[in-house]
Each structure stands twice: as C-alpha cells, then as structure tokens.
C-alpha cells in the first residue's frame, strides 16, 4: 500500500511534537538542576573532544607524508588532553565552557533573527524572533556575569534555550499539523495543491 504525502507529513509532525515536547522536558529539568546540568554539558563535551582526539590519532596512521601524520597526532593529542582536563576537573570546563557557550548562543540568536526575516510570512515564525531575541539577552547575561555564575549559568541558560527551542519547535509543529488536518488540501496525482 502506498503511503500518501499528507501521510508522510502527519508522521513527520507527530515526531517534531515528541521531540519538541522532549526539549521542553529537559530545559525544565535543566533549570532546576543547574549544576548537575552544567556538570553534564561539561562531561559531554570532554567526552566529544576525546573521540574528536581519537578520531585525528587514527586519521594520523593513514595520512600519507610526515607532515599530515605529525599535524593530525599532535590535533589528537590536544583534543585528548583537552577533553581528558574537562571530564576530570569539570568546574573548569564548566568555566571554558560558559564563555563558549556566550559565542554559540550570540551565533544562534543571530541567525535566528535572520530565519524569521525570511520566513515571517509563515504561521508560527514569529516565534523564531522570540526565540532568537531570547537567546542573544542569554548571550549577554552570560558575557557580563562571567566567570563568576558559571557553576550556575551554563545549565540554567542551556536549560531557558533548550525550553524556548522546544516551545518554538512545537508551536511550528502544531501550526503545520493544523494546515494538514483542516482539510485544505487536495491529491492531484502525485503532487499535493490548495484546494480550490
């Protein structure tokens, strides 16, 4: 039996819910655990840099010229001590991390802004500005408290941009899920139009 198109995108926006719902979850949980929040991110990250150094040690050995292979072992070694110096002294990379974090969601905020512009005539992107507002204010209060809030601000804040990501994500769904089951659209052969 084929699967229609309208099928397809039911199932698809049934899962953006669920992963929507999932964000919103776990920027609670986020917010009222900051620090084990923080403690995990760090840890995640530790852990990223080391398969990040593993993966550069072993592009090493099938590098061709001394050059490469020293270049890639000494990437893997910087990626391994760095990744090893998080995972054991997590309060540290928890401070690293914060400044990081600053960067990222001022990179993020901005291009959020930039995805509302150009897709503000569609239902639901105005929540693409909030979020992307919401997150450069997060960018700022980090930069102008850091070092001294960062046991408690990393995961406090990836806690808020994980809540707004989830509510942002989920207001889009249900806005596509709407457009889906009020019935407007039509099959015509294998391609799907307005109904008239």
């Known amino acids: 039996m084929a699967t229609s198109t309208v099928d397809v995108l039911r199932r698809a926006s049934n899962w953006a819910i669920v992963v929507s719902v999932l964000l919103i979850v776990l ?17 995640i990250a530790g852990w990223m840099l080391i398969f990040g150094g593993v993966a550069h040690i072993v592009a090493a050995f099938h590098a061709r010229g001394a050059g490469v292979v020293l270049w890639e072992f000494l990437i893997g070694l910087v990626y391994l001590l760095g990744g090893g110096y998080m995972i054991f002294n997590p309060l540290v990379g928890i401070v690293t991390l914060t400044l990081f974090l600053a960067i990222v969601f001022f990179a993020e905020g901005i291009f959020e802004v930039i ?48 809540l707004m990501s989830g509510i942002k994500w989920l207001m889009i769904s249900l806005a596509s899920r709407k457009v889906l089951t009020t019935g407007k659209m039509t099959q015509a052969g294998d391609r799907w139009k307005p109904a008239a």
Request: proline letters at 3%; hydrophobic letters at 65%; a positive charge.
């Open 27 to 43: 920027g609670v949980i986020a917010i009222l655990m900051p620090f084990l929040a923080g403690i995990t991110v760090a840890a």
């Open 115 to 162: 995805s509302f512009f150009k897709l503000r005539g569609q239902q639901g992107a105005a929540w693409m500005l909030v979020d992307g507002v919401i997150t450069i204010l997060l960018a700022g209060l980090i930069w102008m408290h850091w070092p001294s809030s960062s046991v408690w601000a990393i995961g406090t804040l990836v806690g808020i941009s994980l």
